[in-house]
T-cell receptor, first 116, second 113 residues
Framework: AQKITQTQPGMFVQEKEAVTLDCTYDTSDPSYGLFWYKQPSSGEMIFLIY??????QNATEGRYSLNFQKARKSANLVISASQLGDSAMYFCATLLSSGSARQLTFGSGTQLTVLP | NAGVTQTPKFQVLKTGQSMTLQCAQDMNHEYMSWYRQDPGMGLRLIHY???????DQGEVPNGYNVSRSTTEDFPLRLLSAAPSQTSVYFC????????????FGPGTRLTVT
């Protein structure tokens, strides 16, 4: 069974600084995807970034980048130049390509607070 | 293009009542799913569907039924509501093949008293 672990229940970062949110996963499937979602206090789930297991380069989307270390089974999210609007809950999730149950498995989340 | 829509946004039920949470998508996605989110936890899969007429159970299916008569709609039925079903429910959809982003609806906050 796949498992996602986010070890930081809460993180604080000063505005304009960079922050790294940790995520480790455990799967034996050779093909999988890793996702990060943001959930602000309003409750919606906002897709941020995706990394495929066979992608050679780390994914980047604007201020978001994914530090993908396949051998260590980690997929940390790096947010550069933090903004007050980045304060939210962040979830890491994995999706396997095999089988009919292509379900996202989520970590427990990290609550990020950006300080002015 | 409305994406994934869910109704209602909020609902209060008494124990034992039944109701249906509605979910619709207009992106012609084959894959749809229902998740629940409890405080301090990530989302957990309730049921999913890989296409019209095909549904299957996820991690926490007890107490819920689903059907998929059309590609667009994927309603979730609570048969006899229990306080343990108090949660936020999210519907999501994605393309059928490959490892694609799942698009989430805005969620339904359900309270069972």
């Amino acid at each position: 069974a796949q498992k996602i672990t986010q070890t930081q229940p809460g993180m604080f970062v000063q505005e304009k600084e960079a922050v790294t949110l940790d995520c480790t996963y455990d799967t034996s499937d050779p093909s999988y995807g890793l996702f990060w979602y943001k959930q602000p206090s309003s409750g919606e789930m906002i897709f941020l970034i995706y990394q495929g297991s066979y992608d050679q380069q780390n994914a980047t989307e604007g201020r978001y980048s994914l530090n993908f270390q396949k051998a260590r089974k980690s997929a940390n999210l790096v947010i550069s130049a933090s903004q007050l609007g980045d304060s939210a809950m962040y979830f890491c999730a994995t999706l396997l390509s095999s089988g009919s149950a292509r379900q996202l498995t989520f970590g427990s989340g990290t609550q990020l607070t950006v300080l002015p | 293009n409305a994406g994934v829509t869910q109704t209602p946004k909020f609902q209060v039920l008494k124990t034992g009542q039944s109701m249906t949470l509605q979910c619709a998508q207009d992106m012609n996605h084959e894959y749809m799913s229902w998740y629940r989110q409890d405080p301090g936890m990530g989302l957990r899969l309730i049921h999913y569907s890989v296409g019209a007429g095909i549904t299957d159970q996820g991690e926490v299916p007890n107490g819920y039924n689903v059907s998929r008569s059309t590609t667009e709609d994927f309603p979730l039925r609570l048969l006899s509501a229990a306080p343990s079903q108090t949660s936020v429910y999210f519907c999501a959809s994605s393309y059928a093949s490959g490892l694609h982003e799942q698009y989430f609806g805005p969620g339904t906050r359900l309270t069972v008293t």
